[in-house]
C-alpha cells in the first residue's frame, strides 16, 4: 500500500464485512432490484446475504480457491453482481469484464488476469469464452446464470449457477457459521477487484483497487452529497467499468442504497422512468442524446405545447441555475417558474424518469454548456466529475450550488492535486490504485514512489479553484507556426453540435489545423427529413453538399469561438471532411468506452488526412467494415473536402 | 422446459387430402404425416397449393376428400377454433395483428382460448377474473422475454419495423402454448440479419419447448438448414418427400425449381 493512505476503513473494511453489516442494520431494506418477466423483483439485504453465501460456498465446492481470478461477463444483473461479492469472500479478484468484448479481447485479458473461473450471463458469453478456453490454460469453470438454449452444453465444466448454489446452500446447512467466518478473513489491503482500463493506447492494463482504496473513496464521495440508504439507483453502465463499481457497488454497500438492474440494454430509459432513481450517473453522451430526443420529439408535438416549451424554457435557462444554486431570484420570476414546473418541468422530468434526481453526475468527456444549462435549468441537480480508474474514480467534484458547465470542480475529500510544469495534472489520494497488475513498467511510469498519480491530462486550476481540463497532455501539439494546438478541445467544441457525433482534429506539426467529422444519424436524419432530403443511409447522407453547408456552419462557430481565445486562435479548423463511415469500436477506431484511438485513425486514413493538407476537392476512398456478425465488407465513396472560415480577433469581436 | 428433443410418433397425418375451389383443383391426393417434434417444411414454387394445406390443417379451408389426423383424433372437418384449442397456433403470409394494440396486448390475444371468465368479470377485471389474468399474463412475459422483445412491449404494433411484427405475430401464436405450430412464410421479405434471428427463435421454439414445427418458406438456404423433413409441393400435387438431402437430390424436384414444362400444361 502507498505510504499516505488515510486511516483505513474501521472494522468493517471489505464488501463481505459491509454486506453482513448491512444485513444486520438494514436487512429488510431492498439491496438490489432486476426487472424480470416484466415484473420488478427485489431482493433484501437480508435476502442478498443469503444469495452470496450460497454463491461462494458453491465456487469454493468447485474449486475457486483463495487468490484465484474470478471473471464477470454479462449485462447488469444481480447474480453477477452477487458473483462479485462472493469472489471477495473467497479471498478471490474478480474481473468484471466488458461484454460486447469479441473473443479475442476476452482471450486477452483472461489469460493475463489468469482467470481460473468465469461467471458469465447466457449462451453468448459462454460461446465466446469455449471459443478461446484452449488459449487460457487457467480456465477451469465456466458458470452461465441463464439456462435458455443451454441445455445441449456437456461439457463437465460448464454448469448452471443454479446447480452451483443449490451445492452451495446444502453446504452452507451443514456448516452454520462457515460464511462469516471466511467472510472475516479478508482485510481492507487486499485487492478488492481488478479493472481492465480499455487505453487508448497499447493494450490493457489489469488495474489492482483494494478494499481500502474503493471504500473509503465511496465513502468520501457518499459523504461529500449525504447519500444514504433511501436513495435509489440504476445499474446500467458496464461492469467492467470503474464507475459501475463505484456507483452501483462500492456506494450503495457503503451507503446501504438499492440499486435497480434494467430488464434489458434496450430498456433502460424506460425502465429508467419506471424506477425513478434519486442519484443517477451518465457520460455527457447520454444527457446529449436525451436532449436530442426532447428536441426532436417537441418539433413533433402541437402548436400549443411548442408555445408552452419555448415560453418556459426560455424562463427556465434565465432563471432556472440560479434556483438551483439558492442564488437571488426575483419574487415575480420564481412565481412564474413554480408555474413552469408545473406546466412543462415537472412532466417533462417525468417523461424522462427524472423526477426524483437528487444527484446526477457526468463525467469522462466534456459536456455542452447547452446540455449542461439545459438539465440544470430543469431543475436537475447535474454536475460533473473528474476521476480516473487509478483513483477508485473521484479526483474532483462539484459541490452543490458551485457548479459550472466547463470545470470539474475542486478536489474531491482526501485528494490533493498539482498541476506539473507541462500542464499535467498530477494526484494523491486514498483511492490510488496499488498496482497494475504484472505489469511493474507501467506502474512506475504512472505512480511516484511517493504516491502521486500521472493522469496524463492537461489542466489547469481556475479563480475559484476548480479544476479545468483541457486535453491529454501528450495530445496537446503546435502547429508549425507554433500555435499551441490541442485537438480534443476542438472536438469537444465540434460534438457540442447536435449534428456532429465525432471529430478528429488534426494540426500537430501541420501548417493549420483540419478535421474529420462525423454526423449524428439521428439529428441530421431528421433535419434531412424536414427539408424531404431522400437519402439511402449513413453514407449517402453524409456525402450530401446540403449537410456539408451543415456542418460548415458549425465549424465557422467554433472558429469564432477559438478565435476568442489569443492561445488557440491560430489553431481554427481550415479544411474538413465529413467521413464516409461512422467511426466504430468494432473497427478498432475507438475505444469500448467510445474514445477515439488517434493512432488507429491516422494509419487507416492517412490518405485522408493527406488530402486535408493538400488543397484537393474530392478524395476517393474504400474502406473495411466489419458486421456485427463478424464479416467484413467494404464501402466506397469519394469524400469531399471543404474550407471553413476563419476568424482574426478583432471579426470575431464584430461577428457578436 | 426440461424436455429432451427425440423426434417422436407420428402427430399429425395428412391423408389423401384433395381441396378445389370451383375447377381448379389447389390440392389433390395430398398425403403426408409429421412427426412429434420435428421441423417440417412443406415447399414449392408459387401457387403450389401450400398455404391451402396448411389453412387445411388448422380449419379454415375444408378439403372435399381426405382426412387429416392430429393427436390421434381423425376429423373431416373442423372449426379454427376448434383447432386452436386442440393445440394447433399458426402465423400468417401477410402480417395479422392488430395495428393498433401494444406488442403485450397482441400477444395476449394468443391466450384467448385459455382464458374463459365471463366478459362480465373480464371487463371489471375482479375476483376470478384478475387471477386469470394474471396467470395467462406470467405465460406472455414468458414469451415476451423468450423472444427478446421486452423493449417494444408497450408500443403499438403498427409502429414497429416489419421483422419486429413478424417475431410478435410468432409471439401470439407460441402464447398459445401449442403443440403443433404453423408458420406461413416466417422470414418472406426479411434481410440477412432479421433471417438469422427468426431461424434461431423457430429453433430455439423447437428445442425448449418441443413444439412441433410446420413451415412454408420460400428460402431454399433456410429450408435446409431447418428442417428435419421437407414435402414438396407443385400444382396441388406431392412431388417429394424426404429429408432435405433427398429431397435436393431428387430430379421431379430439380425440375419444378428450373421450370420445366409440364405435361399437362395446355
Not at chain 2, 156 to 162: H, K, Q, S
Request: glycine share 8%; charged share 25%; proline share 4%.
Amino acid at each position: 500500500m502507498m505510504g499516505n493512505s488515510k486511516p483505513v476503513s474501521g472494522s468493517v473494511d471489505t464488501f463481505p464485512k459491509l454486506l453482513i453489516d448491512n444485513a444486520h442494520r438494514i436487512g429488510e431494506r431492498p439491496a438490489i432490484r432486476e426487472k424480470d418477466f416484466g415484473i420488478w423483483q427485489s431482493w433484501t439485504w437480508l435476502e442478498v446475504k443469503d444469495e452470496i453465501a450460497a454463491m461462494a460456498a458453491g465456487l469454493k465446492l468447485f474449486g475457486f480457491e483463495r487468490g484465484d481470478s474470478l471473471a464477470i461477463v454479462g449485462d447488469n444483473r444481480p447474480q453477477l453482481y452477487w458473483a462479485m461479492t462472493a469472489a471477495q469472500v473467497l479471498g478471490g479478484k474478480p474481473v468484471p469484464m466488458y461484454q460486447d468484448s469479441v473473443p479475442e479481447e476476452m482471450q486477452y485479458v483472461l489469460e493475463h488476469a489468469e482467470v481460473s473461473f468465469a461467471v458469465v450471463e447466457d449462451q453468448e458469453q459462454t460461446d465466446k469464452l469455449l471459443e478461446v478456453m484452449d488459449r487460457c490454460p487457467h480456465l477451469k469453470e465456466i458458470v452461465y446464470e441463464d439456462p435458455r438454449g443451454m441445455r445441449h452444453y456437456d461439457q463437465p465444466f460448464v454448469r448452471s449457477l443454479d446447480s452451483l448454489m443449490q451445492a452451495g446452500r446444502k453446504f452452507l446447512a451443514e456448516h452454520p457459521g462457515w460464511f462469516e467466518a471466511e467472510a472475516a478473513k479478508g482485510t481492507g489491503d487486499d485487492i478488492a477487484i481488478m479493472v481492465y482500463t480499455s487505453g487508448t493506447t497499447g493494450r490493457a492494463k489489469g488495474v489492482m483497487l483494494s478494499f481500502d482504496n474503493l471504500i473509503i473513496t465511496a465513502r468520501n464521495a457518499v459523504e461529500w452529497d449525504g447519500l444514504n440508504e433511501t436513495d435509489e439507483g440504476l445499474a446500467y453502465l458496464p461492469m467492467a467499468w470503474v464507475g459501475d463499481n463505484i456507483f452501483s457497488y462500492a456506494q450503495s454497500y457503503v451507503a446501504g442504497f438499492c440499486v435497480s438492474c434494467p430488464e434489458s440494454s434496450d430498456t433502460v430509459m424506460a425502465d429508467l422512468k419506471e424506477i425513478g432513481p434519486t442519484y443517477f450517473f451518465a457520460p455527457p453522451r447520454i444527457f446529449e442524446t436525451i436532449l436530442t430526443q426532447v428536441s426532436i420529439r417537441m418539433e413533433d408535438a402541437s402548436k400549443l405545447n411548442q408555445w408552452l416549451y419555448k415560453h418556459f424554457m426560455g424562463l427556465a435557462l434565465r432563471t432556472g441555475p440560479a434556483i438551483l444554486d439558492g442564488r437571488p431570484v426575483s419574487f415575480v420570476d420564481r412565481i412564474l417558474y413554480a408555474l413552469g414546473e408545473f406546466l412543462v418541468y415537472g412532466p417533462l422530468k417525468n417523461e424522462l424518469g427524472f423526477s426524483r434526481f437528487r444527484l446526477a453526475y457526468t463525467a469522462g468527456e466534456a459536456i455542452g454548456p447547452d446540455i449542461f444549462d439545459f438539465f440544470r435549468s430543469l431543475g436537475v441537480n447535474i454536475k460533473q466529475l473528474y476521476g480516473s480508474t487509478e483513483a477508485s474514480v473521484f479526483i474532483c467534484m462539484q459541490k452543490d450550488g458551485d457548479v459550472k458547465p466547463d470545470t470539474v470542480g475542486p478536489p474531491a475529500t482526501g485528494v490533493e492535486l498539482r498541476i506539473a510544469d507541462n500542464g499535467e495534472v498530477h494526484f494523491r489520494s486514498p483511492g490510488v490504485f496499488v498496482a497494475y497488475y504484472k505489469n511493474d513498467e507501467a506502474t512506475r511510469t504512472t505512480k511516484t514512489e511517493d504516491g502521486w498519480v500521472l493522469t496524463g491530462d492537461a489542466g489547469y486550476f481556475d479563480a475559484d479553484g476548480h479544476l479545468k481540463i483541457i486535453d491529454r497532455a501528450k495530445d496537446v501539439g503546435k502547429l508549425n507556426n507554433g500555435t499551441m494546438f490541442a485537438p480534443k478541445y476542438i472536438e469537444n467544441k465540434l460534438k457540442f453540435f447536435p449534428y456532429i457525433t465525432e471529430a478528429v482534429a488534426f494540426g500537430h506539426e501541420k501548417d493549420y489545423a483540419a478535421a474529420f467529422i462525423n454526423i449524428d444519424l439521428e439529428a441530421v436524419g431528421n433535419w434531412a427529413e424536414r427539408r424531404g432530403l431522400a437519402y439511402s443511409g449513413y453514407t449517402d447522407l453524409a456525402m450530401r453538399d446540403e449537410v456539408y453547408e451543415l456542418v460548415l456552419d458549425c465549424v465557422n462557430k467554433v472558429n469564432r469561438d477559438l478565435s476568442a481565445d489569443a492561445a488557440l486562435a491560430g489553431s481554427q479548423i481550415r479544411h474538413f471532411l465529413i467521413l464516409h463511415k461512422l467511426l466504430d469500436a468494432d473497427d478498432g477506431e475507438l475505444t469500448r468506452t467510445r474514445k477515439v484511438r488517434r493512432n488507429t485513425i491516422v494509419e487507416r486514413y492517412g490518405q485522408l488526412i493527406d488530402a486535408l493538407y493538400s488543397g484537393v476537392d474530392v478524395c476517393p476512398v474504400e474502406a473495411t467494415v466489419t458486421f456485427e456478425d463478424g464479416r467484413t465488407g467494404t464501402i466506397k465513396a469519394d469524400v469531399k473536402i471543404r474550407q471553413a472560415m476563419t476568424y482574426g480577433e478583432q471579426q470575431a469581436q464584430a461577428a457578436e | 422446459m426440461t424436455f429432451d428433443r427425440k423426434i417422436g410418433d407420428t402427430i399429425l397425418a395428412v391423408d389423401q387430402i384433395s381441396l378445389s375451389f370451383g375447377g381448379v383443383k389447389a390440392l389433390s391426393n395430398i398425403s403426408f404425416s409429421v412427426n412429434e417434434h420435428e421441423v417440417f417444411a412443406i415447399i414449392g414454387p408459387n401457387g403450389a397449393g401450400k398455404s391451402s394445406m396448411l389453412n387445411c390443417i388448422n380449419g379454415f379451408y375444408h378439403p372435399q376428400e381426405g382426412t387429416i389426423t392430429f393427436k390421434g383424433n381423425t376429423r373431416r372437418q373442423v372449426r379454427p377454433s376448434e383447432a386452436a384449442r386442440e393445440g394447433i397456433a399458426r402465423t400468417f403470409q401477410n402480417i395479422a395483428l392488430f395495428r393498433g394494440m401494444s406488442t403485450l396486448d397482441n400477444i395476449m390475444t394468443g391466450r384467448n382460448t385459455k382464458m374463459n371468465k365471463g366478459i362480465f368479470w373480464q371487463a371489471l377485471r375482479i375476483g376470478p377474473a384478475e387471477k386469470e389474468e394474471m396467470e395467462n399474463r406470467a405465460v406472455v412475459e414468458k414469451v415476451i422475454s423468450f423472444l427478446e422483445i421486452e423493449a417494444i412491449r408497450k408500443t403499438a404494433v403498427g409502429t414497429l419495423p416489419y421483422g419486429l411484427q413478424k417475431r410478435v405475430e410468432l409471439g401470439r401464436a407460441l402464447a398459445a402454448e401449442p403443440d403443433l405450430l404453423l408458420l406461413d412464410e416466417p422470414m418472406a421479405g426479411m434481410n440477412i440479419e432479421e433471417k438469422q434471428d427468426m431461424c434461431r427463435f423457430i429453433l430455439d421454439v423447437n428445442d425448449e419447448f418441443g413444439t412441433t414445427i410446420v413451415l412454408i418458406e420460400h428460402d431454399m438456404g433456410v429450408v435446409m438448414d431447418i428442417s428435419d423433413r421437407v414435402v414438396v409441393l407443385d400444382y396441388g400435387k406431392k412431388l417429394a418427400e424426404g429429408t432435405p438431402d433427398q429431397v435436393r437430390a431428387n430430379q421431379a424436384v430439380i425440375d419444378a425449381y428450373l421450370g420445366v414444362a409440364h405435361d399437362d400444361d395446355v
